[in-house]
């Protein structure tokens, strides 16, 4: 089917209309030039028995073969990028991989009570956001590094309300009334860097494998700016080479280099804790007269399992997260389903 069929059909489905407009990018590429590592992942809440705050999110994710697996190519952006940026840390050094990781995400944050359609000004207001990155990374087995740019929009044109009802009506949920009071419409961008590294890993071949992993991430953009940091283990067999995502937020791409390079099958559990500094946040500076009152610290924890078999992964991870509000003392809770394939 073709793009322009595709966006047709985005204005008359029941289907969010971004996921049309991914799909139709992807239909206008090659095969040959979409080898490398696809991701789709998904955030609700409904999976903890829980609906406010952080309610839902997506993203989709495509990660380009590593440059030095073609290094002559004529149209290697990856390489391109690793040469152009070799200046900053932790890009460019000999023995390391470096790819591109692009990815289209979206967010939906709401009040306890979706039932009314009264602005709640002592809850959380309605929110929607939806952007895209593009992140170079670098790594070998006991490190990644990683920087990115993001621009997106925050708002109606978000597309958030749209999505909430459908997976609402998917789910058999109670259909969200107050998307007209959300907040925006603003323009959004920014830059990200990450670093994670493995304090150390048992061998293959010897039964059960532990690992652990440390990270450390800082955002700065007009939607969000925050610096955070965690630690996470993992016990399994045959383990692969990515490194988790617990503490990197909403649906990262950091799992996603080495993520599908044990070959045969395997399984792993893993757990991890983290922080974050938040010195900004759009939902504090434009949410009056709402009395959202961001925290500037907040403490997250988080436990999960994976399976994999030859170029495919699934894992299921569930969070929770001290309020991000100072004025309203609940945790936050959600789950993230994801799956990861090479092609």
Same mark, same amino acid.
């Given at each position: 089917?073709?793009? #322009? ?15 049309? *407009? ?24 409904? @999976? ?11 993203? @989709? ?5 590593? *440059? ?8 290697? @952006? ?25 990815? @289209? /995400? ?16 002592? $809850? ?23 920087? &990115?740019?993001?621009?997106?929009? %925050?708002?109606? !044109? ?21 998307? $007209?009071?959300?907040?925006?419409? $603003? ?15 048992? #061998? ?29 283990? /993992?016990?399994?067999?045959?383990? #692969?080479?990515?490194? =988790? ?11 996603? #280099? &080495?993520?599908? $390079? ?6 792993? %559990?893993?757990?991890?804790? &983290?922080?974050?500094? =938040? ?7 434009? *949410? !009056? ?16 399992? &994976? ?37």
């Amino acid at each position: 089917m073709t793009g #322009p069929k595709l966006m047709k059909m985005a204005r008359s489905a029941p289907y969010p209309g971004w996921m049309y *407009a991914v799909v139709a990018c992807l239909a206008g590429v090659a095969p040959d030039a979409m080898a490398g590592t696809f991701n789709i992942s998904w955030d609700n809440d409904l @999976l903890t028995a829980s609906d406010k705050g952080y309610t839902n999110g997506g993203r @989709l994710s495509y990660l380009t073969d590593a *440059a030095e697996v073609d290094d002559d190519c004529s149209v290697c @952006l990856a390489a391109h990028a690793r040469d152009g940026l070799d200046w900053l840390p932790g890009i460019g050094a000999a023995g390391d991989q470096h790819a591109l990781a692009f990815s @289209l /995400r979206q967010l939906m944050f709401t009040p306890e009570n979706i039932e009314s359609s009264e602005p709640q000004y002592d $809850d959380i207001p309605y929110a929607g956001y939806l952007d895209g990155s593009l992140t170079l990374w670098s790594w070998n087995d006991d490190w990644i590094t990683g920087y &990115g740019l993001i621009v997106g929009v %925050v708002g109606p !044109d978000s597309g958030a309300r749209r999505t909430q009802e459908w997976v609402h009506k998917l789910t058999g949920s109670t259909e969200p009334q107050g998307w $007209d009071n959300q907040i925006g419409q $603003d323009a959004v961008g920014g830059l990200e860097a990450y670093h994670a590294r493995r304090f150390f890993r048992t #061998p293959a071949g010897e039964g059960l494998q532990n690992e652990v992993s440390w990270g450390a991430g800082v955002t700065a953009s007009n939607f969000i700016t925050n610096a955070q940091t965690g630690l996470v283990w /993992r016990l399994g067999e045959n383990l #692969p080479r990515d490194f =988790v995502p617990l503490t990197s937020g909403a649906s990262s791409t950091l799992a996603l #280099p &080495g993520s599908t $390079d044990a070959p045969g099958m395997g399984w792993s %559990v893993f757990a991890g804790v &983290g922080g974050q500094w =938040v010195p900004y946040s759009y939902m504090d500076h434009h *949410a !009056d007269p709402y009395t959202y009152d961001q925290n500037p610290f907040i403490w997250q924890a988080g436990v999960g399992a &994976g399976w994999h078999w030859n170029g495919f992964q699934a894992t299921l991870i569930l969070r929770g997260t001290s309020s991000p509000d100072k004025t309203n003392k609940d945790e936050l809770t959600f789950g993230t389903l994801a799956a990861t394939w090479s092609w």
